[in-house]
C-alpha cells in the first residue's frame, strides 16, 4: 500500500477506545524528573567554570540528548492515553522516527566518547589535556551531532518509502525496527537496518567495551587500594550508564522476537527510550562530588 495515503495506528499498551489516566500520570512524573535532571546538569555545568573540562562538556551534550529522547516520544505518548486517539499522521510519524533516530545514534556515540575520555585519563594521563583539548572536543561533539543526522535522515527517507502491508505500528512511537514487522520484504531496508545496528550499536558498544577492559586493567596493576578506589571512582558512573543503557539496547533490538511479546516488547523500550534517559544524570549527580 502507498505509504503517504493513510495514518499509522500505534499499538500501545490500551486500545483506542481506552484511557489511561494512571499509566499518563506515571509517564508524566518520569518526564518532568527527567526534564529538571537534565535541566540542572545542564545549567550547572555551564555556569560553573570549574566544570569546563572534557568529561563535563561531554556529560552536558549528554544531557541535551537525553532531554531531546523523550521529549520525541513522552508528550504524544501521554496525548494518546488520555484522548484514546492512538492515530498518527504519516508526517507525524516519520518526523518522530527521525527524532528518535537522531538522539539514538547520538546517545550510542557520545557514550563511546565518554569511555574514550576515561581511557584516555587513566590510561595515558600525561597526554589527557593534548589528546582532549578544546578543539578536539569540539570536533569530537561536530562528529556526533553529524553523524547522528545523517544516519536519521538516511534511515527515515528509507523506511518512508517502503511497501507495507498493514498501518499497525506494534511500538508506542514509530520507531525503525517496528516497520520491520509490518513491512514486506525489501532489501535496501534489511541492509539499512543492519549497518545501523552494526555501525551505530554494536560497534559503538565494542569500543566501549574495548576501554574500559583497558581501564580496568591499568586500575589493578595501581598498588594501593587507595589510588584503585580513586581511579574507579572517576568512571563507575558512566558503567553504569553504559550497563544500563546497552542492556535495554541489546534486549530491544538484538534479542530474537518472542511469540505473542508485544508487552515484552513494549516495556523493554520504554526501559530502554524513557527510564534510562531520566536515570542518567540522576546517576552521575548522586556518584559524582563535584
Known amino acids: ?18 484511557k489511561k489516566p494512571m499509566l499518563s500520570i506515571f509517564f508524566v512524573v518520569v ?9 540542572t546538569t545542564i545549567t ?5 567554570h570549574r566544570l569546563h573540562t572534557p568529561m563535563y562538556l ?19 505518548l501521554v496525548h494518546m492515553l488520555l484522548s484514546g486517539d492512538y492515530t498518527l499522521s504519516f508526517s507525524e510519524c516519520f518526523l518522530q ?31 589527557y589535556h593534548s589528546v582532549l ?54 532489501v535496501v531496508y534489511q541492509l539499512v537496518s543492519y549497518m545501523i545496528v552494526v555501525f551505530f550499536g554494536v560497534g559503538p558498544f565494542v569500543c566501549s567495551l574495548i576501554s574500559y577492559t ?17 581511579a574507579f571512582s572517576t568512571c563507575s558512573s558512566h558503567l553504569i550508564v553504559l550497563t544500563m543503557y546497552y542492556g535495554t539496547w541489546m534486549s530491544v533490538y538484538i534479542m530474537p522476537p518472542l511469540q505473542d511479546s ?13 527510564i534510562t534517559p531520566m536515570l542518567n544524570p540522576l546517576i552521575y549527580s548522586v556518584r559524582n562530588k563535584d
Open 1 to 18: 500500500m502507498e505509504n503517504s495515503t493513510f495514518d499509522f495506528c500505534i499499538l500501545t499498551f490500551a486500545s483506542s477506545s481506552e
Open 31 to 39: 518526564y518532568l524528573t527527567g526534564v529538571v535532571a537534565n535541566s
Open 44 to 48: 550547572v555545568i555551564c555556569r560553573d
Open 58 to 76: 561531554f556529560l552536558c551534550n549528554l544531557s541535551i540528548v537525553d532531554l531531546c529522547y523523550t521529549t520525541s516520544t513522552v508528550p504524544k
Open 97 to 127: 522516527m527521525y527524532f528518535f533516530l537522531h538522539v539514538a545514534c547520538m546517545e550510542d556515540l557520545l557514550l563511546f566518547v565518554m569511555a574514550y575520555d576515561r581511557y584516555v585519563a587513566i590510561c595515558n594521563p600525561l597526554h
Open 133 to 186: 583539548s578544546k578543539k578536539s572536543c569540539i570536533m569530537f561533539m561536530g562528529v556526533v551531532w553529524l553523524a547522528g543526522c545523517i544516519i536519521s535522515v538516511i534511515a527515515t527517507l528509507t523506511t518512508c518509502n517502503i511497501h507495507l502491508y498493514s498501518n499497525i505500528v506494534p511500538q508506542f512511537l514509530c520507531e525503525f525496527k517496528a516497520f520491520a514487522k509490518i513491512s514486506c520484504p525489501n
Open 214 to 230: 583497558r581501564v580496568i586493567i591499568v586500575i589493578l596493576h595501581i598498588k594501593s587500594s587507595d589510588g584503585r578506589r580513586k
Open 262 to 274: 508485544h508487552v515484552f516488547d513494549l516495556t523493554l523500550s520504554i526501559l530502554f527510550a524513557v
